[in-house]
């Protein structure tokens, strides 16, 4: 695989990750829990990496002889985002009293942040849509090689800034209980807006 396809496609995927949108919402939330950011932003990748395996599996070919299942995952994703952003308006995160909290939530952060990432819209623009244009037939890497190889990139990427966002929400606003709310409540109308535009585009409003 060429260095300049590679280049390329991670100016597109950081993109996306620089986007806030519903996985900055998570990871946020819990960087306001202390030790939760390591648990959530696994769970995020996991959604990520889930991702890749089924578009290296030939799902993501699947997926565009079969527009109706894509229309499908595509409403799903804009109602979870829905729902999210409904509960952090209601409920915006605030800084935990202390990290011991924290401890006994791992598995809901960790499992929360797959469903984030794994119904996440942006998620599955960028791996069913745009990934499959960084892959060339003729390269001397076989097919699946190459969507993986382009994956991990992304991965990466993923990795590197969400877990800024979290340890950095909880550097700036764990001393803030005011502005966090703010944050909570403008992520969640985000998330919210988000959804709706989705919805949107696909008819169902």
Known sequence: MQPSVIIAFWAVSILFVLTPGADWAHAIAAG??????VP????LLSGHLLAIALVAAGVGALFAQAPAALLVLTVLGALYLLWLGIGLLRHPPVAAADDAGAVTGWRHWAVKGACVSGLNPKVLLLFLA?????????????????????GMVHLVSCAAVYLAVGY??????RTRPRASRVVGRVSGAAMIL????????????
């Open 32 to 37: 306001l829990r202390g030790r939760a950011v």
């Open 168 to 173: 950095g929400a909880g550097a700036v606003l």
């Open 130 to 150: 745009l990934l499959p244009q960084f892959i060339s037939a003729s390269a001397a890497w076989a097919m699946p090689v190459q969507i993986i190889a382009l």
């Open 40 to 43: 959530a932003v696994a769970g």
């Open 194 to 205: 988000i959804a709706v535009l989705l919805l949107s585009g696909t008819g169902t409003l």
